[in-house]
């Protein structure tokens, strides 16, 4: 045993009536969780959401190719982008063969997204049908098909990958995965089952993917995103609520950690569209519970184009402002008529809407926080108006 030795420690003793209380040591970085007032600012998402993953310069010019695919997600931003001018490798004619593009959002999973570039890149196929289009028809290792998407990742200056859900359906002789769950007149219970993939397996086909794109496009960049549409249906014997949760949680961890691995490479970068429907709008969805509105969809997109995008002189990028303003709007946050007034540049409707008596906020902050967020909405729209008639 250890002799008894009378050792004095200069422990810190901490109360709150005490000025220690507040010393404790917090780390070299520490962002605290935003309140209400502060998140719907219009510097709100890029203060306390985008922080940590914003890129050094926008990675988007009008001449750089960009493929989006993963979940259906992924094709608003491929058409977005593809309406804002920019070039959308998987949006053009000669590209509609690749399975990437005619049935790019219904990739929902890692294991299919790997199976595209390795087939593509690797020339690996596999030993049965494993992907099926939405009328369950075989969609095989057509050699044309599998040249298209070659040609389409050879010329990707920018992929935007977004991944939907953990639960898959596989082979369990092969443990191959499906696109999706297997067409009843082929499925076989003695070998097609049901899973939840784990975060170490996620992880690993993230990695995969972005190996290949590092080995084949060495200058690439790529952008993981994890869509923010729900689980429609889950495959487990309990409810969809919760299986979708731990469908995303899978999912996200395994984005972070992938990132975080190979983030300083300088090549690879999240975009945080789960955070920014989940955790920051308030009612995002339509009467289904899985769709966003479309406003909400148009602010993340506007958002992403100023973040990611470096426009030409003659396409600038539509206001930050308006487009959150309208989002809150449709997502239960301000008035639901902000809408149609911001749509249609109504000033007066607008001026109207800041100087009225009744509270958009039972929370004083708030309301106050709302005002000065349309009252410089109306202000910027009367120095528009005089610039381009003065007179």
């Not at 306390?48 to 750089?64: H, N, R, S």
């Not at 990958?161 to 003695?190: A, C, M, Q």
């Not at 969805?285 to 899985?290: L, S």
């Not at 809407?353 to 109306?378: K, Y």
């Amino acid at each position: 045993m250890c002799a008894a030795k009378a050792i004095n420690h200069n422990f810190q003793t901490t109360t709150k009536k005490t000025r220690e209380f507040r010393t404790w040591f917090r780390g070299d970085h520490t962002h605290f969780n935003p309140t209400r007032a502060q998140l719907v600012t219009v510097g709100g998402v890029p203060e306390y959401v985008l922080k940590g993953w914003l890129p050094d310069k926008p990675l988007i010019k009008p001449d750089t190719q960009i493929t989006a695919f993963g979940s259906c997600f992924a094709a608003n931003i491929s058409n977005w982008l593809s309406g804002r001018n920019f070039r959308v490798l998987n949006k053009e004619e000669d590209a509609k063969r690749a399975y990437v593009v005619s049935c790019g959002e219904g990739m929902v999973n890692s294991f299919v997204i790997r199976q595209q570039f390795e087939w593509a890149w690797e020339d690996k196929c596999f030993d049965q049908p494993l992907w099926h289009g939405y009328n369950a028809q075989d969609y095989g290792y057509d050699p044309e098909v599998q040249a298209e998407t070659k040609r389409i990742f050879d010329e990707t200056d920018v992929f935007i990958l977004t991944f939907g859900l953990s639960e898959v359906w596989y082979d369990e002789p092969t443990g191959n995965v499906f696109w999706r769950t297997i067409p009843k007149d082929v499925y076989d219970p003695k070998r097609h089952k049901f899973r939840v993939s784990t975060v170490d397996e996620n992880r690993e086909n993230l990695e995969a993917i972005y190996k290949l794109i590092r080995k084949h496009r060495p200058d690439a960049k790529v952008i993981m995103t994890l869509s923010p549409i729900p689980l429609i249906a889950t495959f487990r014997d309990n409810s969809c609520l919760t299986s979708n949760s731990v469908s995303k949680a899978v999912l996200r961890v395994a984005i972070d950690e992938t990132v975080r691995k190979f983030q300083d490479d300088g090549y690879l970068y999240y975009w945080p569209s789960y955070e920014i429907v989940t955790d920051v709008l308030q009612l995002p969805y339509k009467p289904d519970r899985r769709h966003p509105h479309i406003p909400a969809l148009n602010y993340i997109m506007t958002l992403f184009e100023h973040v990611w995008c470096e426009a030409g002189e003659d396409n600038p990028p539509p206001p930050l402002e308006e487009a959150w303003i309208i989002a809150q709007s449709v997502s239960g946050i301000l008035p639901a008529e902000l809408e149609g007034i911001m749509r249609h540049k109504r000033k007066w409707r607008l001026r109207q809407m800041v100087n009225r008596e009744e509270p958009f906020s039972s929370d004083p902050e708030l309301d106050a926080v709302f005002r000065a967020h349309l009252r410089e909405t109306l202000s910027r729209w009367d120095r528009e108006a005089a610039t381009v008639d003065p007179t």
